[in-house]
């Protein structure tokens, strides 16, 4: 047992209202730069929806991501003897349309323009080029299903429905659309670390944090091909690539990253996961099928003793399993199994786990009855708006029955909370739904809390990152003493 | 800044030569320095003199072996005086110019050609060449005696062998290139000899006899050519079935007018086309993009409903 931690997150998708506070934050301290005009580390897409950049899991396209071949796992987009043949030009990179072409507005022109019949406008100008520019793209062009015929009808998710389920998505008054915000996932076993032929890319020991090395990337770009999310991104400016650095500065101490503590519908929390890393191979080659089960596996169980002295034996401070302790990732993904990882399928077992979003039906009418309580108490999880194949698809590597569970249980705590403050369905359907979902009445309890009424701390429990000692296995901190201190860079002359 | 001599030290001036390499440069800085100090004509100055005659004078003169292009030079120093001499040699053309009459004279013989200036001629080396031209005109047979070649006609055997050669079919003696990789003749089929220098179709004629050519062979003395046979010179069992060929393409008339020229930049069009296709294909599942064929391929769904 290789013990781990691993600063991981859960998105819950439930509360997510779309109003991008979050890539907003981010842009404004890490990537409103040259070069880095085009980049959105945290961005929020509207599924269904192409996302950015356009498509970007289509993954026969892309070429993201691992897969197996004869039993072994491999790069998609590159390999050994690829990255030597390939290394000047790296065949699968998206171009700057495939994202978008940044732009700015020629604000002058609303006081310069000469008169004439119409009002002035603010003309959008090229930030690659300078040029006027006639927008086609944006990193958001389809939020809230703008342009569905053409980007939200062309989401890779959408494979397997049946021709029915398609039109029921974009039927009026049917019409149904979620948020899904992403960020780095910090995978442990990231594709783009494994891709670069510099060694450029790291996933940091002590929170497994994945960082590019500025000074050690040489621009081959195989990072950018490789990673399936497409979360690594390409500096025009310094001919180098970035990527989410979890805000690492603020983590160290003791914040949470920007758009986490940026997020208005509080969707977001932080905390510290124990894994075994010896399996991360052997899990990565599982079937589809087993792959959310083994990764879930993976994850330890901080109050198990076996696993506190296999952890402190392997260098990890007790400050940081006390936070896995109250890590409220562990209770999502771990304790509650209603924290999915997204797109697993991709095999890079991403540490950014999503509580998948309901999308009840509320009510069915017959003729002027409206009625709101079916007898199948479940009736409305697998007919709810969005299908359960489509959540499927973007949670459960095209497998229903994990998405199911977590939206079985999820509706059974809203069902059990609605009998106690509302009061208009009876506490013995509760009961049953719970005991049907999996659930005990303190766990409702738990999640029920945890899900809306958790504070900043509730949230983010995030581990002391102890520079003094990561420090301390660089450098030795007695070696300048004697040595500094007040005195001269240069011998004072003595006399004029 | 602190910065050490050590440190500003360029890498690998005097340290990347092997070390016969620096011996013999060592030998011959040594032998110049001696010459200059003393004026003596040591052993090493009369086989560098030997050394530069074969390289820059052989082919326009013999000792002994008869008029080139320009005089024999066998006893030359009982024709004019030394200092006549030393003259001429650091600069004909003003020799000539300046109204002189014996170096007009020798200008006519030549059939008007000047004798170029040679490089890296100086006053010392000048002497030195002289020496060498005495001590060899009292030898009966000098080794700068030139090319023997026979008068008679060539034979069919000869000219093949030197069409050989001159395709690069034999391989020459000392490793030189073969002709073929820069020139062409007339008849050669296919596509034809490399373009890269003039077409000898007609050199026998521009060098006007047998001796004259073989005696240019022996020394290719043009600054192109010089510098890549200088050091894998032709051997004359080599020059004589050359002449014998380049004197058949002289009879025979005529440039290389073939369409080859033509075909091998068609031949060269074709294939990089050809390539092309080829890459294309074997990297059509490559990315090209994926958005405005999304988008494209959606306006024309619309379109069709």
């Known amino acids: ?138 990193p958001n062009w389809d939020d809230d299903l703008g342009g569905s015929p053409v980007y939200a009808e062309n989401d890779p998710n959408l494979d397997g429905l049946t021709p029915e389920q398609r039109e029921q998505l974009s039927a009026v008054e049917r019409l149904v659309f979620f948020y899904f915000p992403r960020i780095c996932n910090h995978c442990l076993n990231p594709g783009c670390v494994a891709a670069c032929p510099s060694g450029a890319l790291y996933k940091r020991g002590e929170d497994g944090i994945v960082l590019l090395d500025q000074n050690r990337c040489r621009a081959w770009r195989s990072c950018i091909a490789a990673c399936p999310y497409k979360k690594v991104f390409y500096n025009w400016s310094t001919g180098k690539s970035e990527k989410c650095i979890l805000c690492f500065p603020r983590i160290e101490t003791g914040q949470a990253p920007a758009c986490f503590h940026s997020c208005v519908g509080r969707i977001r929390y932080l905390g510290v996961l124990l894994y075994d890393a010896e399996q991360i191979e052997s899990v990565a080659k599982r079937p589809d099928e087993e792959l959310i089960d083994a990764h879930r596996d993976m994850v330890l169980d901080p109050f198990d003793p076996a696993v506190i002295e296999a952890a402190l034996a392997n260098g990890v401070h007790e400050s940081v399993i006390d936070s896995a302790q109250k890590s ?169 | 800044m602190m910065s050490t001599p050590h440190s500003q030290q360029s890498p690998g001036t005097t340290g990347s030569r092997p070390a016969g390499v620096r011996l013999v440069v060592g030998l011959l800085r040594l032998a110049a320095v001696s010459t200059i100090l003393f004026g003596v004509t040591s052993i090493a100055s ?44 650091l ?112 050199v026998y004629e521009r060098l006007e006899n047998r001796k004259t050519l073989g005696s240019w062979l022996l020394a290719p003395p043009t600054t192109t050519m010089q510098p890549v046979f200088r050091d894998h010179p032709l051997e004359a069992d080599e020059i004589l079935p050359l002449v014998a060929f380049f004197e058949d393409r002289a009879q025979r008339g005529g440039e290389d007018t073939s369409p080859a020229r033509l075909n091998f930049f068609l031949i060269g069009l074709g294939g990089t086309v050809l390539a092309l296709v080829g890459f294309d294909l074997a990297w059509r599942k490559r990315f090209r993009a994926v958005r405005r064929p999304l988008v494209k391929g959606a306006e024309l769904k619309r379109g069709e409903r």
């Open chain 2, 46 to 89: 009369a086989q560098e003199a030997a050394q530069f005659f074969r390289q820059n004078c052989m082919s326009c003169h013999t000792i002994g072996g008869g008029r080139l292009t320009g005089p024999d030079l066998k006893d030359v120093s009982q024709r004019k005086d030394r200092a006549w001499l030393t003259k001429f040699l």
């Open chain 2, 91 to 202: 600069d004909p053309k003003g020799t000539i110019e300046s109204g002189d009459p014996y170096a007009a004279q020798l200008q006519q013989e030549a059939r008007g050609v000047v004798m170029p200036t040679v490089s890296g001629m100086s006053k010392e080396r000048a002497e030195a060449l002289l020496d060498l031209i005495d001590a060899e005109s009292k030898l009966e047979k000098s080794q700068f005696v030139g090319l023997q070649i026979p008068d008679g006609p060539f034979s069919e055997a000869d000219i093949a062998r030197g069409r050989d050669i001159f395709l690069g079919k034999i391989k020459l003696v000392n490793t030189g290139p073969s002709c073929v990789s820069c020139h062409t003749t007339i008849g050669l089929g296919g596509l034809g000899g490399g373009r890269l220098g003039p077409d000898l179709s007609k």
């Open chain 1, 328 to 496: 409220p990732v562990y209770k999502y993904v771990k304790t509650w199994k209603i924290a999915l990882p997204p797109h697993i399928e991709f095999r890079t077992l991403p540490m950014l786990f999503y509580v998948p979003p309901m999308s009840p039906v509320m009510a069915s009418r017959e003729g002027e009855t409206v009625d709101h309580i079916s007898d199948n108490l479940f009736h409305d999880i697998d007919e709810s708006r969005v299908p359960m194949q489509f959540l499927a698809n973007l949670f459960g590597a095209g497998h229903e029955a994990k998405v199911r569970y977590a939206l079985r249980k999820q509706k059974a705590v809203r069902w059990y909370r609605r009998a106690i403050t509302v009061g208009d369905v009876d506490m013995e359907t509760a009961m049953r739904m719970l005991t049907e979902a999996d659930c005990t009445v303190e766990e409702a309890e738990a999640i029920y809390k945890l899900t809306s009424l958790c504070t900043f701390d509730d949230r983010f429990v995030i581990p002391p990152a102890h520079r003094e000692e990561a420090i301390q296995m660089l450098e030795d901190p007695m070696e300048h003493k004697q040595s500094v201190g007040f005195g001269f860079v240069a011998r004072p002359r003595r006399g004029m």
């Open chain 1, 1 to 138: 047992m290789d013990v781990r931690s691993q600063i991981s997150m859960v998105f819950h998708l439930d509360k997510c209202i779309g109003c991008h506070t979050c890539s907003i934050a981010c842009k404004n301290i890490w990537t409103d730069r040259p070069g880095a005009e085009y980049m959105w580390w945290n961005n929020v897409e509207t599924k269904p929806g192409t996302g950015y950049p356009t498509a970007w899991e289509d993954q026969e396209k892309y070429k993201g991501g691992w897969e197996l071949r004869d039993g072994k796992l491999g790069l998609k987009s590159t390999g050994k003897r690829r990255t030597i043949t390939n290394i000047f030009h790296h065949p699968h990179q998206p171009s700057m349309d495939d994202y978008y072409e940044p732009w700015t507005y020629d604000y002058q022109n609303l006081f310069n323009a000469p008169e004439g019949p119409d009002q002035p406008t603010a003309i959008p100008i090229s930030m690659v080029t300078g040029e006027y520019l006639d927008i086609e793209a944006g």
